[in-house]
C-alpha cells in the first residue's frame, strides 16, 4: 500500500471517498436497472446480483480504505474486500451469460466461473497473507479475461460496435491492476497515487460494464442466443 497522507477519519481518503461515492451512484442507478429488466425472474435475479456485486464491492473498498489499517477490523475488512473482486467479476459474467446465451453457454459457463469465483475466494482467505498483491492481482485479471470467448462470440453476431463496452471495461480494469502491480503514476505524492488511479480505472470498468448490460436489461431470456432480438435492431 502507498503511503498516503491520511485526513480525520479517513486512511486513505480519495481511495475511500471515490468508491463509497460510487457506491451510492451504482445503488441509485440499481433502481433503474432493475426496473429496466422486469417481467423476467430469472433475467432480474442476474440483474440484481450484478447491482449487488458492484455495490457491495465498492462499499467495502471503500470502507476497507476509510478505517485505520491496525486491528482487527481492518483484517476483515481487507479479506472481504479482495473476496468482493472475485464476487464482482462473476457477478459481471452472471447477466451477460443469463440474457445472451442459452444451455451450456449459459448455465455451464455460469457454473465454471462461479466455481472459479469462490475457489478464489477461499485461497484468497486461507492464504491472504502467503498470496503477494502480484499474484493476487494476476489472480483477478485471469478470471476476467476468461470472458474473452464470450465477447467474440457477442462480436460475431451482434458486431464489433455492440460489444464494444465489455472490452473497454476489461481494458480499464486491467490497465488499473497493471499500474497497481507497477506502483505507478505518482500524480500528486501522499494524495493521487497508482492505487488512487487503480480506484479510478475500477471505476471507469464498472461504468462500461454497467452500460453494456443497461442495455441488454430488457431483452427476452430465449432458447436461442437473442433469437428475437435482430443485428439491425441492435445496431440502430
Not at 120 to 128: E, H, P, R, T
Not at 211 to 229: E, H
Request: with cysteine; hydrophobic share 55%.
Amino acid at each position: 500500500m502507498a503511503n498516503v497522507i491520511s485526513i480525520t477519519g479517513f486512511s486513505d481518503p480519495f481511495s475511500s471517498l471515490s468508491h463509497l461515492l460510487g457506491a451510492f451512484v451504482f445503488a441509485v442507478l440499481s433502481a433503474f436497472m432493475l426496473r429496466r429488466g422486469r417481467g423476467d425472474s430469472w433475467r432480474v435475479a442476474s440483474l440484481a446480483m450484478f447491482c449487488l456485486g458492484a455495490v457491495f464491492l465498492l462499499t467495502i473498498s471503500g470502507v476497507n480504505h476509510l478505517i485505520a489499517r491496525q486491528g482487527a477490523a481492518h483484517l476483515v475488512i481487507q479479506r472481504l474486500d479482495h473476496a468482493a473482486i472475485f464476487a464482482l467479476i462473476a457477478c459481471s459474467f452472471t447477466p451477460i451469460h443469463m440474457i445472451l446465451f442459452h444451455g451450456w453457454g449459459r448455465w455451464g459457463a455460469l457454473a465454471l466461473i462461479w466455481a472459479i469465483a469462490f475457489l478464489g475466494i477461499i485461497l484468497k482467505s486461507v492464504y491472504f497473507d502467503s498470496i503477494s498483491a502480484s499474484i493476487g492481482t494476476a489472480m483477478y485479471i485471469g478470471m476476467g479475461w476468461i470472458g474473452l470467448g464470450s465477447w467474440f462470440s457477442v462480436v460475431r453476431r451482434y458486431g464489433f460496435y455492440f460489444a464494444q463496452p465489455i472490452m473497454w471495461g476489461g481494458i480499464a480494469y486491467t490497465v488499473g491492476a497493471i499500474l497497481d502491480i507497477l506502483q505507478w503514476p505518482v500524480l500528486i505524492s501522499g494524495v493521487i497515487q497508482w492505487h488512487e488511479v487503480f480506484h479510478v480505472a475500477v471505476l471507469m470498468g464498472l461504468a462500461f460494464h454497467w452500460a453494456f448490460i443497461y442495455q441488454i436489461a430488457n431483452w427476452p431470456l430465449d432458447k436461442c442466443m437473442l433469437s428475437s432480438v435482430t443485428k439491425q435492431e441492435v445496431s440502430g
